[in-house]
């Protein structure tokens, strides 16, 4: 896994941008088209409105050149959308997290773009603690790494395996103790700063 993925660069004229493959553009972009595959189609196409959507995602702003691809209509560009289509692609595809992870986790019940983004939101809000603002702003990739991360710390601190035993215990269904729960719950409160005040 790219923990930080490098952002794609494309050149429209003689502006250059970056597209930044976050949590809020995967969740709009996705929505917006009814699936990636229906965006990619969008941008094979020439629909040049998709090609806006993808740079104001991207970029987390509205420029002329995206009001320009708003509203272009069947206006003739003055750029070649061939050499976009590539790097955009790239973009989508970066958009849907850990390509890795994703074949790991093909044994369980496919579920949409929109739960996944959904349960990625809920990862780094709830699990990890992060504000909106920078759930939203992260990648999928950075999302689920950090989340890897935490779940090892917090195995490491707490144990995470059964006494003679290889299962590990998974809080959500109850195989914690009460206070076992109680003191993860005050490790997450960032206004603990010492380990008398978790257990305290």
Known sequence: MQLAPNDVEITVGRQTLFLRPTLRAAFRLEQKYDGFDKLIRALFTGRLSAYGDVIKEGTGQ??????????????????????????????????????????????????????YHTRLYRLATGWLGWSPDDAWNASPAEILEAYQGRTEMLAAVFGGKQEGGDKTLDATKGEVSGAVRAELNALGDLTNTTMAEVRG
């Open 62 to 115: 509205r420029s002329a050149l995206t009001d320009y691809l708003d509203n272009a209509g069947d206006t003739p560009l003055a750029v070649s959308l061939d050499l976009l289509v590539g790097p955009m692609c790239d973009f989508i595809v970066s958009l849907t997290g850990d390509a890795e992870a994703a074949v790991e986790a093909s044994k369980g019940k496919p579920i949409s773009f929109k739960e």
